[in-house]
């Protein structure tokens, strides 16, 4: 005798008291693609200031040997750009999960902790990162509080600093969630299957 066509076959499994497959809620977080995305952006801002330093580097060398007319202000040019580079590109490493790591003693825990481990780790990056936020914002006021500008160029200061410690607070934050929360994510929703399975079990009629 043929099987009726919408008899599906978790109803089959249920009839014969077996239990149906049952699936984490926990989804894959929608905003991955979009924080890809920021961390493209963030790179290829950054791509374009290291570009600008090296352009304004290779100028100011020819003028400078060639013509005997450097570029006035190319060394503190290439100061400034390069502080905002590596801030800038604090977000993007972040993103990625980039950040220079030394695996000689961690690779060789076992794998049952190393979500917990990454956990620590991302947490205690982030709150460097917020430290470091915090005492660079602290520093750009004084630094505006008196007016502090570069010597030849004339250059404010303080709105460098204060760029600099919002990027760091940015940093901080996308390290908490990518390097911190997003490795044990995985393990709320194993827990959460495993407890869905059992209550299916107990509910289900004994063949």
Not at 17 to 23: E, I, L, N
Not at 92 to 113: C, E, F, G, N, Q
Not at 158 to 172: H, R, S, V, W
């Amino acid at each position: 005798m043929s099987q009726p066509a919408d008899l599906r076959p978790e109803t089959t499994q249920e009839a014969a008291g077996m239990s149906p497959p049952v699936t984490s809620s926990v989804e894959p977080v929608a905003s991955l693609k979009a924080l890809g995305r920021g961390g493209m952006v963030l790179a290829a801002l950054g791509g374009l200031l290291l570009t600008a330093m090296m352009g304004l580097t290779v100028a100011d060398v020819i003028g400078r040997y060639l013509f005997n007319a450097p570029i006035k202000g190319a060394a503190e040019m290439t100061e400034v750009l390069l502080c905002a580079t590596i801030f800038l590109g604090l977000g993007a490493v972040s993103l990625s999960d980039d950040h220079v790591v030394v695996d000689l003693v961690t690779d060789r825990l076992p794998d049952a902790i190393q979500p917990y481990r990454k956990f620590a780790i991302g947490l205690f990056s982030a709150v460097v990162l917020f430290v470091v936020a915090w005492r660079v914002w602290i520093y750009a006021g004084q630094i505006g509080g008196y007016g502090g500008t570069t010597t030849n160029l004339g250059i404010p200061i303080a709105p460098l600093g204060y760029f600099c410690a919002i990027c760091a607070f940015a940093g901080g934050i996308i390290t908490a969630i990518v390097s911190g929360i997003m490795p044990v994510l995985p393990l709320f929703g194993r827990r959460h299957t495993d407890r869905a399975q059992s209550t299916h079990d107990k509910s289900a009629p004994e063949g």
